[in-house]
């Protein structure tokens, strides 16, 4: 079964801390592809980083990194130093032939000032 | 940069209605696709369109719903006869090249559906 799991629902941290929003996923399939989408609060679904099954490096992009593990099925996401302005909701996708995107439940993350 | 845009932002329609939403995919892009977003839930994929015909599409996909791709610019879903449980966020994407490619497809903003 093709399946992405977010376990965390919700998240609530203070600005200026790391926070770690998991994701898990599910595939029978050798070659897939692992997105992350942002939903701020104005509702549109914002692009952030893709990852295939065959790249497990790791990326920094400024204050976002990802740690892809095959062995484990994770693509998890890290947000160093939190702002208010990453108060939204992270979806974790999977892509798999032919050609959909699996969304996860999404976690709600909330930065307090 | 270009980006995929949707009208109209907010569409209330009366149940049993029908109701046409409306997507510009990014100008290069091949493969569109619907998906829907009921509210406080996930995204769910609906349809994926590629070449003028439908490439998969979802249980969720039935024969009240359509898509079409009327000129070299427009991508449409049409809701033929609309029910309550159809009120939800469509959104439009689209993507370039091939579909086993890792290019991510990019989303409009969205057309929040309210059935009445």
């Known amino acids: 079964a093709q399946k992405v799991t977010q376990a965390q629902t919700e998240i609530s941290v203070v600005e200026k801390e790391d926070v770690t929003l998991d994701c898990v996923y599910e595939?029978?399939?050798?070659?897939?592809?692992l997105f992350w989408y942002k939903q701020p609060p104005s509702g549109e679904l914002v692009f952030l980083i893709r990852?295939?099954?065959?790249?497990?490096q790791n990326e920094i992009s400024g204050r976002y990194s990802w740690n892809f593990q095959k062995s484990t099925s994770s693509f998890n996401f890290t947000i160093t130093a939190s702002q208010v302005v990453d108060s939204a909701v992270y979806f974790c996708?999977?892509?798999?032939?032919?050609?959909?995107?699996?969304f996860g439940t999404g976690t709600r993350l909330q930065v307090f000032p | 940069e270009p980006e995929v845009t949707q009208t109209p932002s907010h569409q209330v329609t009366q149940m049993g209605q029908e109701v046409i939403l409306r997507c510009v995919p990014i100008?290069?892009?091949?493969?569109f696709y619907w998906y829907r977003q009921i509210l406080g839930q996930k995204v769910e994929f609906l349809v994926s369109?590629?070449?003028?015909?439908?490439?998969?599409k979802s249980e969720i996909f039935d024969d009240q719903f359509s898509v079409e791709r009327p000129d070299g610019s427009n991508f449409t879903l049409k809701i033929r006869s609309t029910k309550l449980e159809d009120s939800a966020m469509y959104f439009c994407?689209?993507?370039?090249?091939?579909?086993?490619?890792?290019?991510?497809?990019?989303f409009g903003d969205g057309t929040r559906l309210s059935i009445l």
């Open positions: 994407a689209s993507s370039e090249a091939s579909q086993d490619s890792n290019q991510p497809q990019h």
């Open positions: 595939t029978r399939d050798t070659t897939y592809y």
């Open positions: 990852r295939n099954s065959f790249d497990e």
């Open positions: 996708a999977l892509r798999i032939v032919p050609d959909k995107l699996i």
């Open positions: 100008s290069n892009h091949l493969y």
């Open positions: 369109f590629y070449n003028n015909e439908i490439s998969e």
